[in-house]
């Protein structure tokens, strides 16, 4: 059987897996606050953070606010602090067992923690499960970089990865709207349960469509086979060897893609994690409410993550060299961010909060795109994975002490600190891309 265009196909299939990383890992914010009948104030539905204890209504309103916003920002950090070590981790063993055993092997990790935790009875085994949840859900990104290193001619490479970013994007869109409902419909346990096992569910389609990779799979035409092999960068013997940890960190050009990680990836995750109880916090709404306009900034970020693939394709296409075509798109990005933020620091509504927010993610995923290609535009085969977990670990490193400060700049309800904070960040990933990647870079047509 030969089926025609599955590279696409295999993208396909890790788009879906990255959809369901993304609820999985959501649930935690959406579920931690109890919901209250707002005229009331009468609980609707536990949260997690009261149904362990860690809350109580004996708490003044206030202190019940700071004391969860500290915990889950402690919860996150615990989740971050695994999920870096895994991107360190994983790109080595995505590197060494490939892109079809690494994926089977993260999904079943982090799945099989989201089930079990329908069954926590504590913080203590709430942060453990987190933590095996970050050891697997890392897996995917340096190991979606690698994946279409292997499918994708170079020139298609970034609008490969801006699918994969837009398919997170797509996961942010679902996931105001479908966990909330669970949640809702049928508590927090259950949630976590059956998006823990959908995510298992997943593992068997892949095992079966993921043969092989290109150069042998049973299933590619030879035309498609002769596109992805033509395409691909000229390998030599010293490109294709495995650089230790050293030497990658020698390169000066590893330190475009490790420092920009670490100033950029801090603003995803500061609405990945908090937004909710911004809005629940700032605009005063409840769930259902969060629900009708928490899905709105993530479209912004699906449409940037697939136009800035997109463009810096169309620059290369057009013989602008590869590198320089990655530092016009990621600079286009971080302007558009600039405005996003100030907007949304100054919102009077939700519903115009939302709609800043969007250019905030849009900037983010056109950057970001390009941003996670560059490791496949420095190496070949078995240093991708590597060089892109490591700057996925820088990135954790950024967010890590982002969310750390999140509780103490949003104290008494005053966010505009937190909006600063993610402004400052854009100058300074903008200066990093260009200060490390090289100026002169080999043009691909």
Known sequence: MKVNG???????????????????????????????????????????????????????????????????????????????????????????????????????IWGGAVTLTSFVTGLYSLVTLGIIIGLGEAGPWPGTTKSNAEWFPIKERAMAQGLFGASASVGNILLPIIIPFLFLSAGWRITYFVMGFICVLWVFPWNIINKKSPTSHPWITPEERDYILNGQIVKTKQVDEIWSMKRLLGDKRSYSVIATRFFLDPIWWMFMTWLPIYLQEVYHLNLKSVSSVAWIPFVGAAIGGIS??????????????????????????????????????????????????????????????????????????????????????????????????????????????????????????????FVFTPKQEVSYK
Do not use: C
């Open 308 to 433: 800035g693939g997109w463009i810096s394709g169309k620059l290369i296409s057009k013989g602008i060299p590869a590198i320089k075509a990655r530092k016009i798109s990621i600079s286009i990005g971080g302007l558009v961010i600039i405005p996003g933020m100030i907007g949304a620091a100054f919102a009077p509504t939700a519903l115009f909060a939302s709609l800043m927010l969007m250019f905030i993610l849009f900037g983010f995923q056109f950057a970001i795109t390009n941003i996670q290609t560059l490791p496949s535009d420095f190496h070949s085969g078995k240093n991708v994975g590597s060089l892109a977990g490591i700057g996925g670990a820088a990135a954790v490193l950024g967010i890590v002490i982002s969310t750390y400060l999140v509780p103490a700049l949003t104290k008494g309800g005053n966010w505009l600190p937190f909006f600063a904070m993610g402004l400052s960040l854009v100058p300074l990933a903008i200066i990093s891309v």
């Open 6 to 108: 599955l590279r696409w196909i295999i993208l396909s299939m890790i788009l879906l897996v990255t959809i369901i990383n993304i609820l999985d890992r959501g649930t935690l914010n959406y579920m931690w606050q109890d919901e209250r009948d707002k005229a009331t104030g009468v609980v609707i539905r536990h949260g997690i953070a009261s149904e362990l204890g860690i809350v109580n209504d004996a708490m003044t309103p206030e202190v019940r606010q700071a004391k969860g916003k500290q915990v889950l920002s402690w919860v996150n950090i615990y989740f971050m602090l695994a999920y870096g070590l895994s991107q360190i981790v994983s790109g080595k063993v995505y590197d060494k067992i490939g892109t079809r055993k690494g994926f089977i092997f993260s999904a079943l």
